[in-house]
T-cell receptor
Framework: QKEVEQNSGPLSVPEGAIASLNCTYS??????FFWYRQYSGKSPELIMF????GDKEDGRFTAQLNKASQYVSLLIRDSQPSDSATYLC???????????FGSGTRLQVQP | ETGVTQTPRHLVMGMTNKKSLKCEQH?????MYWYKQSAKKPLELMFV???????ENNSVPSRFSPECPNSSHLFLHLHTLQPEDSALYLC?????????????FGQGTRLTVV
């Protein structure tokens, strides 16, 4: 079983719509979760992190965490073509010294 | 983004060559990491350094040899690599390796082994 799982996509949404990206994790002791965006040929850049159950909003981005269901999501409102990228979910597991990453979901925002 | 800087950005090397990748962070962080990213695979953690001490080695072949002379610099020495080692090698840093703090990545070195 993969420690952090994401649907590889591509997820295609029209410009202006809400994009919903999902992630599940297997280590129930994981305490912190991160979303990174990676454009083709570039390195991952941090978008948001979330530690507590519930929602956390930052501009057009909302991260949601449900520890009981071991589920993390990222909502992107008013999606723009420039949001087209691969989104990586990462978790910091119990006693782990580094983030464990999912394989990423490719998002395509259609103009 | 200049917080974590990697050089070179691109590297082509033969299987008998020896080369080194360099990473430097200007964020005052105490932990540094090497990750490998191959096509269609998740980021794979290779090494973790905390306060210049290697604290994790994820079963990486000995042809990859890390070095951390101080908390700001990290190297990955490469020798007798195989074509399957071709990938994007990413360096990252974070405030601490134990707390749940975010990691910041360098721009990566695109390595091609011929």
């Amino acid at each position: 079983q993969k420690e952090v799982e994401q649907n590889s996509g591509p997820l295609s949404v029209p410009e202006g719509a809400i994009a919903s990206l999902n992630c599940t994790y297997s280590d129930r002791g994981s305490q912190s979760f991160f979303w990174y965006r990676q454009y083709s040929g570039k390195s991952p850049e941090l978008i948001m992190f979330i530690y507590s159950n519930g929602d956390k909003e930052d501009g057009r981005f909302t991260a949601q965490l449900n520890k009981a269901s071991q589920y993390v999501s990222l909502l992107i409102r008013d999606s723009q073509p420039s949001d087209s990228a691969t989104y990586l979910c990462a978790a910091k597991g119990t006693g782990r010294r580094a983030l464990t990453f999912g394989s990423g979901t490719r998002l395509q925002v259609q103009p | 983004e200049t917080g974590v800087t990697q050089t070179p950005r691109h590297l082509v090397m033969g299987m008998t060559n020896k080369k080194s990748l360099k990473c430097e962070q200007h964020l005052g962080h105490n932990a540094m990491y090497w990750y490998k990213q191959s096509a269609k695979k998740p980021l794979e953690l290779m090494f973790v350094y905390s306060l210049e001490e290697r604290v994790e080695n994820n079963s990486v072949p000995s042809r990859f040899s890390p070095e951390c002379p101080n908390s700001s610099h990290l190297f990955l020495h490469l020798h007798t690599l195989q074509p399957e080692d071709s990938a994007l090698y990413l360096c990252a840093s974070s405030r601490s390796s134990l707390s749940g703090t975010e990691a910041f990545f360098g721009q990566g070195t695109r390595l091609t082994v011929v």
